[in-house]
Every structure is written in structure tokens, then in C-alpha cells.
């Protein structure tokens, strides 16, 4: 089977953590330190070929990309679908209510990976943005809420926001517009849950995944938003 990708290492290598996946890994000194891992999938050799891809030619949607390089080949609006942190890998968000006030310091009091994917079309414009969060722990007292904004991306741009987890009578400390965003908000800002301990199904002031013998969620805690523009943006920002 032939390997995704290929990795040729010019330098010394020092491995810190974990290579893996179907690649090929060349470094033609040889490995000098390995503090981690490197998964058996992992072809460390110099003379393995480097990965071929199928070309398909065609142009099924006419959107002026090849298939072979269009990520969505039947659909004329969205082309390109690109990942932060990584495809199939999350970021985390860890927070400490009390900060900057002096407290325990220990930013678990929410704990939220994260994931987002935005997809463009054939001029690299957004025309979409999925942003997938998992909640990983809870270690406060407070009803925290937890949403992010788009800063340069008008709240009249958003055309729909789905896959919220509640509807807007269910969040009564916040208001939804229509199209899906924070009402009286410049900004397209987005609540992914007005109240964690209620959304993950747990009663209030219960923690989460930070002590022994915790009363078990109700709600595994993930959320997929699906956020669709009224017209293609040139880009997009992000901050929580």
C-alpha cells in the first residue's frame, strides 16, 4: 500500500512525541534520538517511493477545479474544505472563572476541545464554517455559558446557524435571532450553550471529569454548528 505522504528529514532528528499514520519517514542519518514514539505504520526508509494520487481530470460541478482536486466534485458552490487545528485531531480551550482575581489557578473550571472546518469555493471565499466542540470537563460552581464571534464578519452575513443543542426558549439568558447569531451583537457571535451543568444534563453546581466518583453526564457534550453565509466571505476571524 502505497504511503499518504512523505517526510524527508535534511538535519538530526529528535522525536518528542508520536509519528504515526500510513507515511514514509527518510532521514538519511538515521533516527538520532527517539523520546517518543514511531507507530509500525511508519516506513522509515530512503528509498520508498514518494505518494501518488489518482488525477481525475473531469470537472463534474463546472466549478473550473479538477476533481481530483475538489474536495466536494458534485457541488458547483463549495470546492476546498480545510481543518484547525488538523482533520481528525481537536484543540482546547481550558478556563478559570476568577482569573485575573486570585483564586486556585487551575483552568479546569471549563474545558473544551475544539474543532473547526471551513469550507470554500472555487476563489478560496468562505462559504462555510463548521465549528465542533467536545466539553471535557467542569470544575465550577457557576452556570458558565461558551460561544465565539467572528470579528470583521457582520451578524447580517450569517444566512443559518444549525445543530444548535437547545432551542432559544431554552436559553432564557440569551437571544438568538432569527438567521442564528447573539442578537445586538456588530459582530457574528455564536452560543454554543448558555449554561454547561445544564447542557451536559448534570444538576447545578455539579463538576465534571475533575474529581472521583462524580455523578455521570447526561449529554456526551458535543456540538456540531454548521454556519452558512448569506454571500461568500474573503475571510473570517475568530476569538472566544
Known amino acids: 500500500m502505497l504511503a499518504n505522504s ?9 522525536v518528542n512525541g508520536l509519528i504515526g499514520g500510513n507515511l514514509v519517514f ?3 542519518n538515521g533516527t538520532e534520538t527517539v523520546n517518543g514514539t514511531i507507530a509500525p505504520t511508519v516506513n522509515q526508509s530512503c528509498s520508498a517511493g514518494y505518494p501518488t494520487v489518482a488525477c481525475d481530470a473531469g470537472d463534474n460541478d463546472g466549478d473550473g477545479v479538477n476533481n481530483g ?67 471535557q470537563a467542569i470544575g465550577a460552581a457557576h452556570m458558565n ?62 463538576r465534571y471529569n475533575v474529581y472521583d466518583n462524580q455523578t455521570p453526564a447526561g449529554n456526551p457534550g458535543v456540538v456540531e454548528l454548521e454556519i452558512t453565509f448569506l454571500q461568500p466571505q474573503t475571510s473570517i476571524g475568530g476569538s472566544i
Open 6 to 14: 512523505r517526510i524527508d528529514v535534511s538535519g538530526s532528528t529528535t
Open 26 to 28: 527518510c532521514d538519511e
Open 69 to 135: 482536486g475538489d474536495d466536494f466534485p458534485g457541488l458547483p458552490d463549495v470546492t476546498f474544505s480545510s481543518f484547525y487545528p488538523s482533520e481528525g485531531n481537536f484543540g482546547t480551550f481550558m478556563f478559570e472563572d476568577l482569573f485575573p482575581n486570585k483564586g486556585d489557578y487551575d483552568f479546569n473550571d471549563l474545558v473544551v476541545q475544539y474543532q473547526f472546518e471551513t469550507i470554500t469555493n472555487a476563489s478560496n471565499q468562505v462559504v462555510q464554517l463548521k465549528a465542533r466542540f467536545l466539553v
Open 145 to 206: 455559558g461558551f460561544g465565539f464571534q467572528l470579528p470583521g464578519v457582520p451578524a447580517s452575513a450569517v444566512y443559518s446557524v444549525t445543530g444548535y443543542p437547545y432551542s432559544p426558549a431554552a436559553a432564557p439568558s440569551t437571544s438568538v435571532a432569527a438567521n442564528g447569531v447573539e442578537v445586538n451583537q456588530s459582530n457574528a457571535t455564536f452560543v454554543v450553550f448558555d449554561n454547561v451543568t445544564s447542557f451536559m444534563g448534570l444538576g447545578a453546581g455539579s
